[in-house]
């Protein structure tokens, strides 16, 4: 796929742009795709979660900050490769982190601090619900934050007026439509197969579940309504723009699409939406998503249900804990360097340790890692301990280290799997993303030991969910008449080059016999969480 400078140029300059925005765990991207699909210029800011009265959190103003920086850095990116800064778009895509609670009153104030998808403290909710609706509502789901609030009698419920997700609120404040693409909606209240809205029987149990509680509260009310990709989501408010673009530069009257999550967003960036074929996406969190041909036999506490962007119904296996700790390893190796007088940037340390991990034993030589910086509900545990264990007569070597720190970012992930696996849920291809496969052949080749599946990246796996955005904006303006399926297969990725690793017999051995120790070694994570506070 190419697009010569000056198709570029005219593209941006006429308005025929689409633009994608994620705002991830710990960066905000912002992509713009030109009439193929490929990105024609990328920005992005950093931000971090806090850690505030036991709650993981970000501020609204972080938000909006991290935003306007990330769509500044994309307009400046445009700037210096086309001599052109884009004031309007064709379509515009908001995307961000799933789940979680945010909370407002009919005046729109935010009543209490954003819950994120990480906090893990709404297990008698999620129990509850679980066994009411005979559907796995995991602690995450804003359904499990509302119900948990009620079951606290929290002081904000009374004045409650809306709840929705990260990328419903940004989406919301931009066009003053209260949507969401159906995709992110499936992460907060079970979804209706045939309708793609809010599943009625289920609402009407819990609406009577929180007026036994004296609740007045009714989900069809209190959530936004769900759309399908493709449907029209609103346009951009003058004041919208100004919220993205403070210089004043960026038109109002730009058509958006339905707002999705990331998961979602990682199903489009990887053409996981037909069935039998999954993705797995990595970054703070690891979640791989499976579109299926059937229902699951059985209730799983360790698998979401969620649904396409397109509405169709996905297994997800998320874990809290992805590239986090793998990260802050990256970042002590680079601080030892720049000691020794090394310029060596961290994307050359990051590539370099990962490359020695390519070295390491396939069992890790007897070194065992544990990412968990949060709790891991697949594994049962309620909190993290980030640990490295090793007997003492382990191979402790750089490559031996790096290899077991890549295969503690897939081991909880592969536990979930087997679940999957039981019920004879079939695969014809794994696609992954996310930025630690922009050193190839590494992650990838360690996922397919991992779920013992060939693993496909493309050439667009580092861009991620805001590509993936980006090309949703583009299936509002382009897709008319077609399937998303149909839209991606034809326009999207019919030519895009992507590189596909079997895994090697060798390491799916060693993968084996490290999960085992894994498996053994969470007793020490748990002791670890007792005695560590």
Known sequence: MTDTAGAARHTLASGGARLGIELGSTRIKAVIVGDDEIPLATGGSSWENQYVDQTWTYSLDAVWQGIQQAFAAVCADAQAKYATTPTRFAAIGISAMMHGYLAFDDHGRQLVEFRTWRNTSTGPAATELTDLLGFNVPLRWSIAHLYQAVLNDEPHLPELDFCTTLAGYVHWQLTGSKVLGVGDASGMFPIDDSTHLWDAERAAKVDGLLARHGSKLRIAEVFPQPLDAGQQAGSLTPEGAKLLDPSGHLEAGIPLCPPEGDAGTGMVATNAVAPRTGNVSVGTSIFAMVVLERPLAGVHTEIDLVTTPAGHQVAMVHCNNGASELGSWADLFADFARRLGSKAGA??????????????????????????????????????????????????????????????????????????????????????????????????????????????VSTTASEGGAWGMAVLASYLVNGAGRTLQDFLADDVFATMTSETIAPSEDDVAGYRNYLAEYEAGLAIEKAAIGALR
Not at 347 to 359: M, S, T
Not at 375 to 382: H, I
Not at 437 to 454: C, Y
């Open 347 to 456: 994307d050359d340390v990051f590539a370099a340790l990962l490359g020695a991990a390519l070295e390491g034993e396939p069992d890790a030589g007897g070194l065992l890692a544990f990412n968990t910086l949060a709790g891991e509900p697949v594994t049962g545990l309620d909190e993290g301990r980030p640990l490295v264990v090793r007997t003492p007569g382990s191979a402790f070597t750089l490559a031996n280290f790096m290899r077991s720190q890549v295969y503690a970012m897939f081991a909880a992930l592969s536990l979930g799997m087997r679940t999957l696996a039981a019920e004879n849920v079939e695969l014809d291809a794994i696609y992954a993303h996310g930025g630690v496969f922009r050193t190839a052949g590494v992650a990838q080749r360690f996922l397919a030991a991992s779920i013992g599946t060939p693993v496909t």
